[in-house]
């Protein structure tokens, strides 16, 4: 009798008999593997059958006059973009010859090499290599496996031969080619065979050793998805019950002791007996919570500041609706960060702070230093920039969402949503950027291998967005990013023109070497428009981790000099690179600011009594 093992649930095998050594034992197939099939067939129906009535519950909402949640056919406003660039690309017969010779020739070497595999058992070197941060080709089926790798060899090749031709189209502005070279990746990543359950090794395993329970949960999430989304694909992350707010999250002790119609002010509880004298103020992005700054004890950077000796102030922003769709950018600098200024006043009695901006409230903050400086108000006695720029010209690749097209579709959706702009379509655009991580492996895991996102904190923050009224984004969008009118000297504000150069003010400009939001180019552009003495630092890792890379985590590194030099690449050439965080450069240059010292304040304790426990009620608000 032949002897089989076939797979159970949890991967381990069991032993059937059968007298027909032809039949691997199927003529025996267990009840249990019956009761199996059935249940998942239920399930898969039931799962099916929900998913029919939400696309219904969809389509009738679309032929009512309702906003849809379907995108529209295209969703990337590249239509004319693709034409163009497509165009040249096809009359450039070179190009052709050339792209297609090394796509033939990459092709025939791995069928050779992949024919030695199957037939001689030989391994051979890749035509072609993935980069090595890509995670997608964790598995080691995907260089193991002869056929997998073949696999995975076949979709480099067409990548490289796609995103070669687009470089190499000629007479194409650089704003068009990247937009078009953005669109054809997310294609390309869209199309890639770990996205499919055939030809990803991983869910091929679990499909078999599962019995196909797993496709059955995935489907079950993914109509839970949709159901979240009420018919859009609101894609999990993480576990969204996973952290509370002021339980897990933002726990660094403090008081809320101002709020306003934008804003709760918080000023942090000392963990010093002696601070400095000037306190410390933090202008976050309005663009998402806080929290980035605070989100665990071990990691975070507020509850360090404290323990530096810093009196610590934070701006929480509110999480606006329709009500505040007439909001002004004008009204964030006055409500938000002047009111904030003349609260720390009352609070500590210090005429004058140190600031810091982060992202886009970098770009408040450096906007109303140059009308402070026009209106002479001297309330700030120092300036520090994380990861935020004053000057778009090299703004990266969210440059692409800003033409005419994607104003008008931006302009649409805020209307249909009463005058702000929803936080998922944020979190979308910056998801796109970076899809292969952010939304391409969830898609596999949660839908293919059918399993629920894990509680991961730097998740559930990236999931915690936050809306925009419609005045102060289209205003930062067409002011900052389209016409980037503060760096020529053109933005009137409160009928103020503005010029960085009459910022004479101590600057300190933090950027990463890997962020994609706000690039280090950029970043340093922005540092050369003051006029003032400017300390640019380079940090290691991205727009985050770039920034929140507390000196315990001994992580990354940072490049530091000590002028400004007329072109960034000889300012990296002159730069002493250092292991670690560069909090502890940042820390020191505050302190040779101002070295005075005053006994540590209680929030609540001055004018201003306290409104309740940081961290406030405004970060608690979901959109």
């Not at 056919?73 to 070179?94: C, G, H, N, R, Y």
């Not at 190499?168 to 054809?184: L, P």
């Not at 329709?322 to 004008?330: G, L, N, R, W, Y």
């Not at 101002?594 to 929030?603: C, G, I, T, Y």
């Amino acid at each position: 009798m032949a002897e089989t093992h076939t797979p159970n649930a949890n991967g381990s095998a069991s032993s059937s008999t059968s007298d027909d050594p032809n039949d691997c034992g199927l003529s025996e197939l267990a009840e249990k593997d019956l009761d199996t099939l059935e249940k998942v067939s239920r399930d898969l129906m039931q799962a099916a059958l929900k998913g029919q009535q939400l696309f219904s519950d969809v389509v009738y909402k679309s032929l009512e006059g309702h906003e849809t949640p379907l995108p529209p056919i295209d969703s990337f406003k590249a239509t004319p973009e693709m034409a163009q660039v497509w165009e040249k690309i096809l009359a450039d017969p070179e190009l052709m010859m050339q792209s297609q010779s090394d796509l033939f020739k990459g092709y025939i070497d791995l069928w050779a090499n992949t024919t030695k595999s199957l037939m001689a058992g030989q391994a051979s070197p890749p035509v072609i290599e993935a980069d090595k941060s890509d995670k997608r080709w964790r598995s080691e089926d995907w260089s193991d496996n002869p056929v997998f790798s073949a696999i995975k060899q076949s979709y480099l090749l067409n990548q490289r031969f796609m995103l070669g031709l687009v470089a190499g189209a000629k007479n194409v502005d650089d704003i068009t080619k990247r937009k078009v070279t953005f669109v054809t990746k997310q294609m390309i990543d869209a199309l890639s065979p770990t996205n499919f359950a055939m030809t990803n090794p991983d869910v091929l395993r679990e499909t078999f050793q599962s019995k196909g329970e797993n496709l059955t949960r995935g489907l079950m999430n993914l109509v839970s998805d949709l159901e979240r989304g009420s018919g859009r694909l609101a894609l999990s992350q993480t576990d969204l019950d996973g952290f509370t707010v002021g339980k897990d999250l933002a726990t660094t002790p403090g008081k809320v002791v101002y709020r306003n119609r934008v804003m709760e002010l918080i000023q942090y509880a000392p963990r010093t007996e002696q601070v400095r004298q000037r306190p410390l103020l933090i202008v976050p992005p309005w663009i998402n919570k806080f929290y980035i700054l605070d989100m665990r004890e071990k990691n975070s950077m507020i509850h360090w500041l404290t323990g530096q000796g810093f009196t610590v102030f934070l701006i929480s922003w509110v999480n606006p609706d329709a009500s505040m769709k007439d909001v002004t950018f004008e009204d964030y600098m006055r409500e938000g960060l002047f009111e904030a200024l003349d609260s720390v006043e009352k609070a500590t009695g210090e005429k004058a702070v140190d600031t810091v901006g982060y992202c886009i409230g970098g770009t408040l903050l450096g906007t109303s230093l140059a009308y402070m400086a026009k209106t002479k108000d001297k309330r700030i006695a120092s300036a520090t920039f994380f990861a935020a720029q004053l000057d778009f010209a090299e703004a990266g690749e969210l440059l692409m969402f800003v033409d005419d097209a994607w104003m008008k579709e931006i302009e649409r959706l805020m209307d249909l949503q009463g005058g702000v702009l929803d936080g998922r379509t944020m979190a979308d655009t910056f998801n796109l950027l970076r899809a292969n991580d952010l939304v391409w492996s969830f898609v596999v895991n949660n839908y293919l291998l059918g399993r629920q996102p894990q509680a991961f904190d730097l998740l559930y923050w990236n999931a915690d967005q936050t809306r925009m009224p419609k005045a102060l984004h289209l205003f930062y969008l067409d002011n900052f990013y389209r016409k980037n009118r503060l760096s020529k000297g053109e933005l009137v504000l409160a009928d103020q023109a503005l010029d960085l150069k009459d910022v004479t003010i101590p600057v300190y400009m933090q950027a990463a070497r890997e962020d994609h939001i706000a690039p280090y180019p950029s970043v340093y552009r922005s540092a050369k428009l003051f006029g003032g003495p400017v300390t640019y630092t380079l940090a290691g890792s991205g727009h985050i981790a770039g920034v929140v890379n507390h000196p315990g985590a001994n992580k990354y590194q940072h490049w530091t000099h000590g002028d400004l030099e007329p072109t960034l690449d000889t300012w990296i050439a002159k730069a002493v690179e250092h292991p670690g965080s560069w909090w502890t450069h940042w820390r020191d240059w505050l302190y040779q600011l101002s070295s005075d010292e005053v006994p540590a304040r209680e929030p609540g304790k001055g004018k201003l009594k306290a409104l309740c426990d940081a961290p406030g009620e405004y970060v608690k608000v979901r959109s």
